[in-house]
């Protein structure tokens, strides 16, 4: 394909010189922009003048002129000032896909020592500043520094053209860093991004591409025009980058810099709301915007992570060979990768896993304590959770919390050493507030979200437990039981998450698969495990675990045993809010007659809400004051 490479900048950049350069390497032919300016603006400019608007337009027509006739043969390049957005339109026009902008950008000053240099050079150092007023500089051009050589210049320009990176991410964080390194390593060709902050972030995409072997054929910038022409078109661009107003930032530098057909991966936890005002708004403008919940954490996002991709399924399609490339496998070797849905539906999965994972994690927390005030050490606990690993119990979280237990610090426990205030990323508060407004009653997530704020109130709970001056609790209850329990707790928080899930699939439209979700479940993400696996047929069946019924089957076999662990904990003064919680709420679902009756009395009392009956059809409303005692 013929393309015209117009080389621009401020007298001075060394666009001839670079633009010679060029054409010889192409083997195209050259053409030096200055030589087809009429006599007139030779004169004015050697008289000190800057050219004006009206002095520029028979020449950017000439030029234009130019342009579609090398490419016509077999392209050109051609140096050209170009310095304002109008001039550089007035040269593409009706040629747009087929012109490269080359942009000389360097400092004023070295600038001008090279100008003063020249000998017999029409244009006069003197015009500089005037050019550098006049610039606007191009927002799609490749950038490249004139503190280089020319032939360093040139082979950066060619480097940039001719191989072009089949994905680019964007945020160099942990995750990024990761995902970079697990793309590498099947093979793709990538390019990355970081910022660059002056004496904060420097070099952070050169420096980490220096560190790792894998990574020797990747690209990487801190200028993020360079970093979009780098890549092949459509463009594919994954973000990972701090949801909210970080994101925003990014994506309003990146935006301007696409083209129709581009499509955005955005990585990162983003409320499922914002991703989908985040697609209609780049859908006018002709870019896909894919919301992909992504689950793992560091190593999983190098060994192959859990993806939820969401957007539009013909936009998902041009990126599932990289992320199903990428992804953690099952146990039948498919990608736990899989198209989740329209809209936001990949991140509100992805929020939905997170809050599971906060009940599973808060679970273990009160196995741990419970066994800690039963008199056993950590290495002792660890060992009890050892043996539930190889009874059916096997989770990623209960791995590494066996391992989080055995870790020392000399004789000493780390454990021990680690202050008792848990933080929380969001997601689990997003949990909480959709399964509000959804109308479900995930009890477990909502638990585990209170009860790591009320571990934040450390000053305060030191207060308290002066006060009450209780004696160290002790917890008497077997080990066979806490699992049983532990292992139905399990089971009450998977269903929460499931029917939370199929509820925003009816509200939303999303046709959410739940069986297909638990499957990219399976591996890779944090909640992985063997429940998650047993789970897979029978969602294929019914959206209410809860009514399935070999999931009956166990809440009916281990249910006294979590009885037994509440009644124990409660005994001992030990919190056990996801204990209670889960068996609160098959108290409460396995009731048939509830006191909900009195409640639907009092609304219809103080607030004439009205109410139905179970003897009579309709709906009824009563005068429940006594007017006439006294």
Same mark, same amino acid.
């Given at each position: 394909k013929?393309n015209?490479?117009?080389?621009?900048?401020?007298?001075?950049?060394?666009?001839?010189?670079?633009?010679?350069l060029?054409?010889?390497?192409?083997?195209?032919?050259?053409?030096?922009?200055?030589?087809?300016?009429?006599?007139?603006n030779?004169?004015?400019?050697?008289d000190?003048?800057?050219?004006?608007?009206?002095?520029?337009?028979d020449w950017?027509?000439?030029?234009?002129?130019?342009?579609?006739?090398a490419?016509?043969?077999?392209?050109?390049?051609?140096?050209?000032?170009?310095?304002?957005a109008?001039?550089?339109d007035?040269?593409?026009q009706?040629?747009?896909?087929a012109?490269?902008?080359?942009f000389?950008?360097?400092?004023? =000053?070295?600038i &001008? !020592?090279? +100008?003063e240099?020249? %000998?017999n050079h029409?244009?006069s150092?003197?015009? $500089?500043?005037?050019?550098?007023?006049?610039?606007?500089?191009p927002e799609?051009?490749?950038?490249i520094?004139?503190?280089?050589?020319?032939?360093?210049?040139?082979?950066?320009?060619?480097?940039?053209?001719?191989?072009?990176s089949?994905?680019?991410?964007?945020?160099?964080?942990v995750?990024?860093?990761?995902?970079?390194?697990n793309?590498?390593?099947?093979?793709?060709q990538?390019s990355m991004?970081n910022?660059?902050?002056?004496?904060v972030?420097?070099?952070?995409?050169?420096?980490f591409k220096?560190?790792h072997?894998e990574?020797?054929?990747?690209?990487?910038?801190?200028?993020?025009?360079?970093?979009?022409?780098?890549? =092949?078109r459509p &463009? !594919?661009? +994954?973000?990972?980058? %701090?949801a909210?107003?970080?994101?925003?930032?990014? $994506?309003?530098?990146?935006?301007p810099?696409?083209?129709?057909?581009?499509?955005?991966?955005?990585?990162?936890?983003?409320?499922?709301?914002?991703t989908?005002?985040?697609?209609k708004?780049?859908a006018s403008?002709?870019i896909?915007?894919?919301?992909?919940?992504?689950s793992?954490?560091?190593e999983g996002a190098?060994k192959?992570p859990?993806?939820m991709?969401?957007g539009d399924?013909?936009a998902y399609?041009?990126?599932a060979?990289?992320?199903?490339?990428?992804?953690a496998?099952d146990l039948?070797?498919?990608?736990?990768?899989?198209y989740?849905?329209?809209?936001?539906?990949?991140?509100?999965?992805?929020t939905i896993h997170n809050g599971?994972?906060?009940?599973? +994690?808060?679970?273990?927390?009160?196995?741990?304590?419970l066994?800690?005030?039963?008199?056993?050490?950590?290495?002792?606990?660890a060992?009890?959770?050892?043996?539930?690993?190889?009874?059916?119990?096997?989770?990623f979280?209960?791995?590494?919390?066996i391992?989080?237990?055995r870790?020392?610090?000399?004789?000493?426990?780390?454990?021990?050493?680690i202050l008792?205030?848990?933080?929380?990323?969001?997601?689990?508060n997003?949990?909480?507030?959709?399964a509000?407004?959804?109308g479900?009653?995930a009890?477990?997530i909502?638990?585990a979200?209170?009860?790591?704020?009320?571990?934040?109130?450390k000053?305060k709970?030191m207060?308290?437990?002066?006060?009450?001056?209780e004696?160290?609790?002790?917890?008497?209850?077997?080990?066979?039981?806490?699992r049983?329990?532990?292992a139905?707790?399990?089971i009450?928080?998977?269903?929460q998450?499931?029917?939370?899930?199929?509820?925003?699939?009816?509200?939303?439209?999303?046709?959410?698969?739940?069986?297909e979700?638990?499957?990219?479940?399976?591996n890779?993400?944090?909640?992985?495990?063997?429940?998650?696996?047993m789970l897979?047929?029978?969602?294929k069946h019914?959206?209410?675990l809860?009514?399935?019924?070999?999931?009956?089957e166990?809440?009916?076999?281990?249910?006294s045993?979590l009885?037994?662990?509440?009644?124990?904990?409660?005994?001992?003064?030990?919190?056990?809010?996801?204990?209670?919680?889960?068996?609160n709420?098959?108290?409460?679902?396995?009731?048939?007659?509830s006191?909900?009756?009195l409640?639907?009395?009092?609304r219809d009392y103080?607030g004439?809400?009205?109410?139905?009956?179970?003897?009579?059809?309709?709906?009824?409303?009563?005068?429940?004051?006594?007017?006439?005692?006294?």
């Amino acid at each position: 394909k013929a393309n015209v490479f117009i080389v621009m900048g401020v007298s001075g950049s060394g666009k001839s010189t670079v633009g010679q350069l060029l054409a010889d390497t192409l083997e195209i032919p050259f053409f030096d922009g200055d030589d087809f300016h009429p006599e007139r603006n030779l004169k004015k400019m050697s008289d000190g003048l800057p050219l004006d608007d009206s002095d520029r337009a028979d020449w950017l027509q000439e030029l234009h002129q130019l342009a579609q006739a090398a490419l016509v043969q077999k392209g050109a390049v051609i140096a050209c000032s170009a310095l304002k957005a109008n001039y550089r339109d007035q040269l593409s026009q009706s040629i747009e896909d087929a012109v490269d902008f080359i942009f000389l950008e360097g400092d004023e =000053e070295l600038i &001008r !020592k090279r +100008m003063e240099a020249r %000998k017999n050079h029409f244009m006069s150092p003197a015009l $500089l500043k005037s050019q550098f007023d006049t610039l606007e500089p191009p927002e799609k051009a490749l950038n490249i520094s004139i503190e280089l050589s020319p032939q360093e210049m040139v082979s950066a320009i060619v480097d940039a053209l001719h191989q072009k990176s089949s994905i680019g991410l964007i945020g160099l964080g942990v995750m990024g860093k990761s995902l970079c390194r697990n793309l590498a390593r099947h093979g793709f060709q990538i390019s990355m991004f970081n910022r660059h902050l002056q004496d904060v972030e420097e070099h952070i995409a050169v420096d980490f591409k220096a560190a790792h072997p894998e990574l020797n054929k990747a690209k990487a910038f801190d200028h993020l025009g360079n970093f979009v022409r780098s890549l =092949e078109r459509p &463009r !594919k661009i +994954m973000l990972m980058i %701090k949801a909210g107003k970080p994101l925003d930032q990014t $994506l309003d530098r990146l935006v301007p810099l696409l083209d129709e057909g581009d499509i955005i991966i955005d990585g990162g936890n983003s409320h499922f709301k914002d991703t989908h005002a985040r697609q209609k708004k780049l859908a006018s403008q002709g870019i896909e915007y894919i919301g992909a919940g992504i689950s793992g954490g560091e190593e999983g996002a190098l060994k192959g992570p859990s993806i939820m991709p969401g957007g539009d399924i013909e936009a998902y399609q041009q990126v599932a060979p990289f992320l199903e490339t990428i992804a953690a496998k099952d146990l039948n070797g498919n990608a736990c990768c899989s198209y989740i849905g329209p809209e936001g539906s990949g991140h509100f999965v992805k929020t939905i896993h997170n809050g599971i994972e906060y009940a599973e +994690m808060q679970l273990l927390v009160e196995v741990y304590f419970l066994l800690r005030a039963s008199g056993k050490n950590p290495d002792e606990i660890a060992a009890v959770l050892a043996s539930w690993q190889t009874e059916g119990l096997d989770s990623f979280l209960l791995e590494i919390t066996i391992e989080i237990l055995r870790k020392k610090e000399g004789e000493a426990w780390l454990i021990d050493k680690i202050l008792d205030k848990a933080g929380n990323k969001g997601t689990g508060n997003w949990s909480t507030v959709a399964a509000s407004q959804l109308g479900i009653p995930a009890t477990m997530i909502a638990s585990a979200l209170f009860a790591r704020y009320i571990s934040s109130f450390k000053e305060k709970r030191m207060q308290l437990a002066s006060i009450f001056e209780e004696e160290a609790p002790v917890f008497e209850c077997n080990t066979q039981d806490l699992r049983e329990g532990y292992a139905i707790a399990r089971i009450v928080n998977h269903c929460q998450g499931f029917e939370l899930l199929a509820a925003a699939s009816h509200e939303y439209n999303w046709s959410l698969h739940l069986a297909e979700i638990a499957r990219i479940w399976t591996n890779g993400c944090i909640i992985r495990s063997g429940l998650m696996e047993m789970l897979i047929p029978p969602l294929k069946h019914t959206e209410s675990l809860l009514l399935h019924p070999e999931i009956i089957e166990h809440l009916k076999i281990g249910r006294s045993s979590l009885k037994k662990v509440v009644l124990s904990s409660v005994a001992a003064n030990i919190a056990s809010p996801c204990f209670q919680e889960a068996l609160n709420y098959l108290n409460a679902m396995g009731t048939s007659t509830s006191a909900a009756s009195l409640i639907q009395a009092q609304r219809d009392y103080f607030g004439a809400h009205t109410y139905q009956r179970h003897d009579q059809v309709g709906t009824f409303h009563t005068k429940w004051k006594n007017t006439n005692h006294d």
